[in-house]
């Protein structure tokens, strides 16, 4: 009988160092579990915030792209207005060429009729 409270003893002495060894085993478990836990929700913060400023930057590439078109359309326009200006230019100095040359060709012309007026005077005095 002795051996066998011994036995008894013994085994639940052990069955609860198994319980403690057990439940310790299991808060460990529980702590590691948490710090992962806690591991990954920094890793998902760290990748939200990584994703929102991808997208912020992704934003700006966008309104920059946007900028972009919207200055070489402006740019388009005023080369077009600078086009149609020198054209104007270039028809206007044709026409001041063609005015000039037809003041010079009044100019001889009314010399020529002064010089023969002048002749015809000359030829009327005589007589």
Same mark, same amino acid.
């Given at each position: 009988?002795?051996?066998?409270?011994?036995?008894?003893?013994?085994?639940?002495?052990?069955?609860?160092?198994?319980?403690?060894?057990?439940?310790?085993?299991?808060?460990?478990?529980?702590?590691?579990?948490? &710090?992962?836990?806690? @591991? =990954?929700? *920094?890793? $998902?913060?760290? /990748?939200? +915030?990584?994703?929102?400023?991808?997208? #912020?930057?992704?934003?700006?590439?966008?309104?920059?792209?946007?900028?972009?078109?919207?200055?070489?359309?402006?740019?388009?326009?005023?080369?077009?207005?600078?086009?149609?200006?020198?054209?104007?230019?270039?028809?206007?100095? &044709?026409?001041?060429? @063609? =005015?000039? *040359?037809? $003041?010079?060709? /009044?100019? +001889?012309?009314?010399?020529?009729?002064? #010089?023969?007026?002048?002749?015809?005077?000359?030829?009327?005095?005589?007589?």
């Amino acid at each position: 009988r002795d051996q066998l409270r011994t036995s008894k003893a013994q085994l639940q002495a052990e069955l609860q160092a198994a319980k403690t060894s057990g439940v310790e085993k299991f808060t460990l478990a529980e702590k590691a579990l948490a &710090a992962c836990k806690a @591991e =990954l929700q *920094g890793q $998902v913060a760290l /990748l939200s +915030a990584q994703s929102a400023k991808a997208a #912020a930057r992704a934003a700006g590439e966008t309104k920059r792209a946007q900028l972009h078109s919207a200055l070489q359309g402006r740019a388009d326009a005023l080369q077009h207005q600078l086009t149609a200006q020198e054209a104007r230019l270039t028809q206007k100095e &044709a026409r001041r060429l @063609e =005015l000039e *040359g037809t $003041v010079q060709r /009044l100019v +001889a012309e009314r010399t020529r009729q002064d #010089a023969l007026r002048d002749a015809f005077v000359a030829a009327c005095a005589q007589r």
